[in-house]
């Protein structure tokens, strides 16, 4: 157990990180993120609120959908990344990561109380609920075995309600692993109920360490590493979800960044072996530092070492060949494209 985000976390269970990583790749996973925020927006002016603090749309989202963007400042930083569904006209949940929570909160306050104040409220329902992750290419059909109506049909990125055990559970068909999934909105005194159903499906419980290796797999950003509040969706190479059509906060910079050009950009790297590269560790090119790391770990997946670091742009290209200062030795790694790794199709 660890702290992270200012809450008690697992790293592993007993069964071990890689197993744990096998798992969620080949059957199912199971994964307690309550740590991460549940923040109800609502409102008539819900839409024109998210609208104004978010990079993708809201006014085009239908309802019983649901979309990834950022949350950026006056400058085009990272506040945070985020998940928010459409619960109706004028209902939205919106999910922040769990070491963000306080700030999304203080911003969007802000920004309701100078623009959108009357007709928007927030409520955070954290500490009263519970989130439960289920991936894997097995979730498909466990989820309909212990679920009280079939969800195996739902659509990537739509949400239903449905009841586990009599427990209502909200359910987004959302991951952060790669693979195939849901993600359970339960009230906290249900997450038990919900959890053990699950695990008593077969499906191994899963900890930090072994969701961290799976989303850097698929090449997923992780709020503190790849973005930031100094670093831009654009560089971050998160352009496809970015809106530059509509005016938000850092609108003006994202488009001018899209146009003109950023001096780093984020890429993927690979190295053979198990010598995993940590965040902080100096990219190199003919001895010269142009670089540094984000993000690194053995891939038990691929069988060999992945990392994610912002480079200058001009080394960007796959195939490009790099130097990782390894703890005060030089290796040569290779920029891959993102993701590294993308789930099989399956029948």
Known sequence: MVEFGGWDMPVQY??????????????????????????????PK????????????????RVGRARYCMICNEKGGVIDDTIFYRLSEDRYLLIPNAGNRSAVVAWFQRWIDEKFSPGCTMEDVTVTTGLIAFQGPGTLETI???????????????????????????????????????????QGNDVVKVWTALTDSGSVPCGLGARDVLRLEAGLPLHG????????????????????????????????????????????????????????????????????VTSGSYSPTLDTSIGMGYVLERYVESDTVLDLDLRGRIVQVNVTALPFYTRPRRT
């Not at 739902?154 to 009841?163: D, G, L």
Request: no cysteine.
């Open 14 to 43: 007993p069964a071990g990180i890689l197993a744990e990583v096998k798992a969620v790749r080949k059957a199912t996973g199971v994964f307690d993120v309550s740590h991460m925020g549940r923040l109800y927006l609502s409102g």
């Open 46 to 61: 819900a839409t024109d609120f998210l609208d104004w603090v978010l990079t993708g749309s809201a006014s085009t989202l």
């Open 144 to 186: 309909d075995q212990v679920a009280d109506t079939p969800l195996s049909g739902m659509r990537p990125f739509s949400w239903t309600e449905s009841a586990i055990q009599g427990a209502t559970v909200f359910v987004g068909r959302t991951g952060y692993t790669g693979e195939d999934g849901f993600e359970l909105l339960v």
């Open 225 to 292: 590493h790849e973005i930031d509040e100094k670093t831009t969706p654009i560089e971050a190479g998160l352009d496809r979800f970015v809106r530059f059509d509509k005016d938000y906060v850092g609108a003006a910079v994202l488009k001018d960044q899209q146009e003109n050009g950023v001096q780093r950009r984020l890429v993927g790297f690979t190295l053979p072996g198990r010598s995993a590269p940590r965040a902080g560790y100096n990219l190199l090119h003919q001895g010269e530092t142009i670089g540094a």
